[in-house]
Nanobody
Framework: QVQLVESGGGSVQAGGSLRLSCAVSGNTNRRFCLGWFRQAPGKEREQVASIVRDGRTTYADSVKGRFLISQDNVKNTLYLQMNSLKPEDTALYYC???????????????????WGQGTQVTVSS
């Protein structure tokens, strides 16, 4: 079992920055893939950024150049640095980890078997 706990969400004005953290506990062996997803009211869940075991990363087009995913394998923590935030970034952000099997690149949502509870990000104009 893997537990994921997000933190770092909040309310910011457009143009501001936030850093989300995701503490990974339980089976902390290096994961095949970790990712950040988001879901806004009335919209489908979107894969924002992912990182696979060899360090390759992938981003949604909407956040490229503004968001950065990283991980600290010593602290078992996943991060999402979000810069130049826009009102359309407002959503509930989830951390996810693979379900114990190898992940595609870029990872498919089906590769993720463990999910956090989410942290709210609100960007005002």
């Amino acid at each position: 079992q893997v537990q994921l706990v997000e933190s770092g969400g909040g309310s910011v004005q457009a143009g501001g920055s936030l850093r989300l953290s995701c503490a990974v506990s339980g089976n902390t062996n290096r994961r095949f893939c970790l990712g950040w997803f988001r879901q806004a009211p009335g919209k489908e869940r979107e894969q924002v950024a992912s990182i696979v075991r060899d360090g390759r990363t992938t981003y949604a087009d909407s956040v490229k150049g503004r968001f950065l995913i990283s991980q600290d394998n010593v602290k078992n923590t996943l991060y999402l640095q979000m810069n130049s935030l826009k009102p359309e970034d407002t959503a509930l952000y989830y951390c996810a980890a693979d379900g114990g099997s190898w992940c595609d690149f870029p990872p498919d949502v089906a590769d993720f078997g463990y999910w956090g509870q989410g942290t709210q990000v609100t960007v005002s104009s």
